[in-house]
């Protein structure tokens, strides 16, 4: 037979002192003597010696802050231990730790599993000290069935899930005050806090009732031309924006040239969801790949963000699609693609650049500006010289008795043409002025005007999935430039 393994031997004598400082006060006296009796030898488990090191340190380290009185800590390094090296005899220190924190549900547990994983090599008296204790514990536990009018609903017992209904026999809650809830989509959930006494047993009946709020959903689909359909229902075009009631629903995205996605969700009140529906190709499915003198630029198919260039190898299924291609600072292009089953289409852009230069109404502007100055200054000048003209030949008419009015009238007449003449200058000078501003500034703006419309070209060519060499076609009035 070969030599026990050392874990097993360190945890069945700590075992025995932790039982006696759990165990009932009339078992005290059993316990401590079966203390002193050597543990069975076992088969070995084969561990590595560097597991078995550390499980052991650990355990002995649980030993150590058990007699210490830190039983949560204690439980922990146990619960280490038993997860590097299982052994059964582990599983009664952590259910004495649970005894200790009042935890009287996982106390039993482990207990029983103790027993279970222990069998035959749990010496005798020791299996009836377990099984006192478990009697003991039982006596401070309390019974609750719970009964709901639907059927899988989740019982939580203080926030940690109990069963579901219908329960198959009653839980099991250590003594004292206890928040049940019971919890299904779809449902108002239903809280209650029940008192229980060590002992007593309690029957507990409730009903849930509908919960009609509702919360806003987003689906997409990965593909094109999706229909998103709800609970078997049509609801409209990927993306697909609406409210939905609380609760569980069915999602099922359809498109041409995909495989149905289906997916159930679960609606929360109060929240906004998007859901995206990954859609996969049904049969060979083409090849799109796109490059571009410039990078970066957002690719739409159907409507559909894809990427950004430059793209290689999108596979799409076998159909005509609608491509855009756009980026800041360049003319979009956009036009219809014909995508075959199993082929690789390529497109090569050239797009033209919108930025660098002005645009030609600024241009437009300031000539406009300065012809306009340029004309009212003629205008403006021949009105100046007509009124001198006039001014100068005014006395010669006086003095030829031409003028018959008297002295104050021709005086006043006189200082007229005089103030109108200097208008007519000033007039002038500004229209000449501002003429001779806008025109160097159309002068200036025309070397940095682009007079010409920025255009976007495009290449394809089309050959076998993986080919080296296509076919470049030339593209005629199907293509559109946005």
Request: aromatic content about 8%; proline content about 5%; hydrophobic content about 40%.
């Amino acid at each position: 037979m070969k030599r026990p393994c050392r874990l097993w031997v360190s945890c069945m004598v700590t075992a025995a002192f932790a039982m006696a400082l759990a165990a009932p006060a009339g078992a005290q006296k059993k316990k401590k003597k079966d203390a002193e009796a050597p543990p069975p030898p076992v088969e070995d488990v084969q561990a590595s010696p560097s597991k078995v090191a550390e499980a052991d340190a650990r355990f002995t380290r649980g030993v150590e802050l058990f007699n210490e009185g830190d039983y949560a800590a204690a439980l922990a390094e146990f619960h280490w231990a038993y997860n590097i090296e299982p052994h059964y005899a582990v599983l009664y220190n952590i259910a004495v730790c649970y005894v200790k924190l009042g935890r009287y549900v996982d106390a039993l547990t482990y207990y029983n599993r103790y027993l279970e994983d222990g069998g035959s090599n749990i010496p005798q008296t020791r299996l009836d000290q377990v099984k006192e204790e478990i009697a003991y514990i039982s006596s401070l536990m309390g019974h609750v069935m719970i009964k709901a009018n639907l059927d899988g609903v989740t019982i939580l017992v203080d926030d940690k899930e109990a069963g579901k209904t219908p329960l198959a026999a009653p839980i099991l809650v250590s003594a004292g005050p206890h928040e049940f809830e019971l919890a299904l989509a779809g449902w108002l959930p239903v809280k209650e806090e029940i008192t229980i006494a060590g002992g007593a047993e309690i029957e507990k009946s409730y009903i849930l009732q509908k919960d009609k709020r509702s919360s806003t959903v987003t689906i997409i689909a990965t593909a094109p031309h999706a229909k998103v359909y709800v609970d078997g229902s049509e609801m409209g075009k990927s993306p697909w924006t609406g409210d939905l009631v609380v609760g569980e629903h069915e999602v099922k995205v359809s498109a041409p040239g995909y495989r149905d996605a289906i997916r159930p969700i679960v609606v929360h009140p109060e929240e906004e969801r998007e859901i995206e529906m990954e859609m996969e190709i049904a049969g060979t499915p083409g090849k799109l790949s796109i490059s571009s003198n410039t990078q970066g630029a957002d690719v739409w198919l159907e409507q559909q963000a894809i990427g950004t260039l430059p793209m290689k190898s999108y596979e799409v299924p076998p159909g005509m699609y609608h491509v855009s291609v756009s980026k800041e600072g360049y003319k979009g292009w956009e036009g219809d693609i014909s995508i075959k089953e199993g082929a690789h289409t390529k497109l090569d852009l050239m797009l033209g650049k919108t930025t660098g230069k002005l645009h030609p109404w600024a241009f437009s502007l300031t000539f406009s500006l300065a012809v306009a100055a340029a004309t009212t200054a003629g205008v403006m000048g021949y009105l100046t010289l007509k009124t001198q003209e006039e001014f100068d030949d005014y006395p010669d008419r006086v003095a030829a008795g031409l003028e018959g009015a008297s002295a104050m009238k021709i005086q006043n007449h006189y200082d007229d043409l005089a103030e109108k003449g200097k208008r007519y200058a000033i007039a002038t000078d500004i229209c000449i002025g501002l003429a001779a501003v806008t025109g160097v500034t159309s002068i200036f703006l025309a070397f940095f005007t682009r007079f010409k419309k920025p255009e976007s070209k495009a290449t394809i060519k089309i050959g076998s999935a993986g080919a080296g060499r296509g076919l470049g076609l030339s593209l005629g009035g199907a293509w559109s430039f946005q």
